[in-house]
Nanobody, 115 residues
Framework: QVQLVESGGGLVQPGGSLRLSCAAS????????TDWYRQAPGKQRELVATITRGGSTIYADSVKGRFTISRDNAKNTVYLQMNSLKLEDTAVYYCKLNNLGATYWGQGTQVTVSS
């Protein structure tokens, strides 16, 4: 069983930055891939960024050049550094981990970009 806990969300002005964290605990087969998703009110959940088992990174076009996903293997933590935030980045952000054939989601962390 794997538990994921996100943190780092909050209220930020347009152009600002936030760093989200996704801490994993439990029985985890390393290395593991992790995704960050987000869901805005009234919209479907969308994939924002992925870090693969090998450490490659993939981004949605909407965040490319502004967001950076990274992983600290020693801490079992994946980060999402978000810069140049826009109003449309407002959403609940979730991390997702696939491990040994099972999929795990965190509880989500709210990011609100507002002036």
């Amino acid at each position: 069983q794997v538990q994921l806990v996100e943190s780092g969300g909050g209220l930020v002005q347009p152009g600002g930055s936030l760093r989200l964290s996704c801490a994993a605990s439990g029985t985890i087969f390393k290395p593991y891939a992790t995704d960050w998703y987000r869901q805005a009110p009234g919209k479907q959940r969308e994939l924002v960024a992925t870090i693969t088992r090998g450490g490659s990174t993939i981004y949605a076009d909407s965040v490319k050049g502004r967001f950076t996903i990274s992983r600290d293997n020693a801490k079992n933590t994946v980060y999402l550094q978000m810069n140049s935030l826009k109003l449309e980045d407002t959403a609940v952000y979730y991390c997702k981990l696939n491990n040994l054939g099972a999929t795990y989601w965190g509880q989500g962390t709210q990011v609100t970009v507002s002036s």
